[in-house]
């Protein structure tokens, strides 16, 4: 199952109403039991989605809207599982996969499913995929070996740690970047100072947000924001003109992924707290 959502610039943005932000911006149900349900971006032609294998093993294929034989004919992937243990195969290696795990699978892999090890508790696979010039070598990146950046204060109510799976520092591909982070209990907020970056847009997955809970998606042009009030197990798109900040009624955890024009973690334009309107 693919969704098409196209790029809309800041003029039109700023004239949307909830409704209107939620249609284009806001991925509702990434995660559809015993599917493969995708949102294909024209914002840098990101592809963000889920797949939840529960009493079936499911097969990644292209579709017509890539005009391609096999799905990573042309393209690269990050998955990270955010549900019970799995397995990702990938042209015949299996990839077992536990909670927070990540996968890397470089141009040219042409077999890929994904299946749980207990109908019970399925493994959510959360899946970004780019476009990509040239092949890399597929990497498994567990948890343990993830690049980890404690920031924030519990003071600032944001103490959280970012854990960086796909990173030209770790592993090298064509323009995907991809990592992890965690909140802390008594801390609610993210990326505040924020900022934009204009040389690559993001898309960011909120989960393990408590039940009767949800987190405020703060995005825009930094000096006309909006929000968009984000569910358990929802993503959102964020343009590279817009700022990405959230904060929770509790704590939580969030995937950024990220593509573009470069792949350096600091490349970015920050804007002071007090500047935002």
């Not at 990101?46 to 005009?67: F, N, R, S, Y």
């Not at 995929?129 to 109510?157: D, N």
């Not at 924020?194 to 898309?203: A, K, L, N």
Request: charged share 20%.
């Amino acid at each position: 199952m693919m969704n098409i959502r196209y790029a809309v610039s800041k003029k039109e943005f700023s004239r949307m109403n909830t409704e209107e932000l939620r249609q284009n911006f806001l991925i509702e149900s990434p995660f559809i039991t015993d599917t493969i349900n995708l949102t294909y971006s024209h914002y840098d032609r990101i592809i963000a989605g889920g797949a939840l294998p529960v009493m079936q093993k499911l097969k990644l294929k292209a579709g017509e809207e890539l005009g391609a034989e096999y799905f990573l004919q042309r393209r690269e992937m990050g998955i990270i599982n955010i549900g019970g243990s799995g397995v990702v195969t990938a042209d015949g290696t299996e990839y077992k996969m536990k909670k927070y795990d990540c996968l890397y699978l470089g141009r040219g892999v042409k077999d890929v499913t994904f299946s749980s090890d207990d109908p019970e508790n399925p493994a959510y696979f959360y899946i970004n995929s780019t476009p990509a010039h040239k092949e890399y070598p597929s990497k498994f990146i567990p948890l343990e070996e993830a690049v980890h950046l404690q920031l924030g204060s519990q003071k600032e109510c944001n103490r959280r740690v970012i854990n960086k799976y796909i990173i030209p520092q770790t592993v090298p591909t064509c323009q995907l970047t991809m990592g992890l982070t965690i909140l802390e209990e008594g801390s609610n907020w993210n990326t505040m100072p924020t900022h934009t970056h204009e040389r690559r847009m993001e898309v960011y997955l909120y989960f393990d947000i408590p039940q009767d809970n949800v987190v405020f998606h703060m995005m825009g042009n930094p000096t006309e924001t909006r929000h968009i009030v984000v569910q358990n197990k929802q993503a959102v798109i964020s343009p590279s003109w817009s700022i990405h900040s959230g904060v929770g009624t509790q704590n939580y955890s969030f995937i950024w992924g990220m593509c573009g024009e470069n792949q350096e973690f600091d490349d970015m334009q920050g804007v002071k707290t007090t500047d935002l309107r």
